[in-house]
């Protein structure tokens, strides 16, 4: 059974960091393509970041620079460092793993970035 559980959602001020966490089970992790989503209300969910098996890595514009995405693979767990939170970046965020053709999902968890 595919499990994706994501954790470290939360509440945080403008200007500061939370760290994602997404510990996957019954899935290749080592080989599966790692991603993080996010979805704001009112708006299509959107990619945020990307991390190959090989350790290559992809943001979108708007997180570069801010956000990292790395992975473990003893642990087969993906992370998703956020620094200098913005108001925009409040969403709900996913764990998304993808092998071949076949794709997982994780449950969200909120951030809220505000004042």
């Known amino acids: 059974q595919v499990q994706l559980v994501v954790s470290g959602g939360g509440l945080v001020p403008p200007g500061g960091s939370l760290r994602l966490s997404c510990a996957t089970s019954g899935i290749r992790f080592s080989i599966a393509v790692m991603a993080w989503y996010r979805q704001a209300p009112g708006k299509q969910r959107e990619l945020v970041a990307l991390?190959?098996?090989?350790?290559?890595?992809n943001y979108a514009d708007s997180v570069k620079g801010r956000f990292a995405i790395s992975r473990d693979n003893a642990k087969n767990t993906v992370y998703l460092q956020m620094n200098s939170l913005e108001p925009e970046d409040t969403a709900v965020y996913y764990c998304?793993?993808?092998?071949?053709?076949?794709?997982?999902w994780g449950q969200g968890t909120a951030v809220i970035v505000s004042s």
């Open positions: 991390i190959k098996f090989g350790g290559s890595t």
């Open positions: 998304n793993a993808r092998l071949g053709e076949s794709q997982y």
